[in-house]
Nanobody, 117 residues
């Protein structure tokens, strides 16, 4: 199983980015997926999660600004980020939860998002 994120970069506050996560060795159609982030000196935190059936949930800091989606045909997970804030600066990771029990056993290598004020 391999998860590869892309789409990170540097933007100014208020800008947008779309992250992608392409999987090999698994199919998104039957598992749950999530986006996480870790800022320097901070613990990793959840950002958004999407069930196998497509139902999405978001952590409070990103509600109304971020949208998670997936394309089962291409095994691609997306995170559309809008109205970005400096506090969104972090390394972003996608992860797979086979049993949809909140246990993410597979992780990508991460993509850096930097938001300047």
């Amino acid at each position: 199983v391999q998860l590869v994120e892309s789409g990170g970069g540097s933007v100014q506050a208020g800008g947008s980015l779309r992250l992608s996560c392409v999987a090999s060795g698994l199919t998104y159609s039957g598992i749950c997926m999530g986006w996480f982030r870790q800022a320097p000196g901070k613990e990793r935190e959840g950002v958004a999660h999407i069930k196998s059936g497509g139902r999405a949930s978001y952590e409070e800091p990103v509600k109304g600004r971020f949208t998670v989606s997936k394309d089962n045909a291409t095994n691609t997970l997306y995170l559309q980020m809008t109205s970005l804030k400096p506090e969104d600066t972090a390394m972003y990771y996608c992860a797979a939860d086979y049993g949809c029990q909140g246990i993410y056993g597979y992780w990508g290598q991460g993509t850096q998002v930097t938001v300047s004020s």
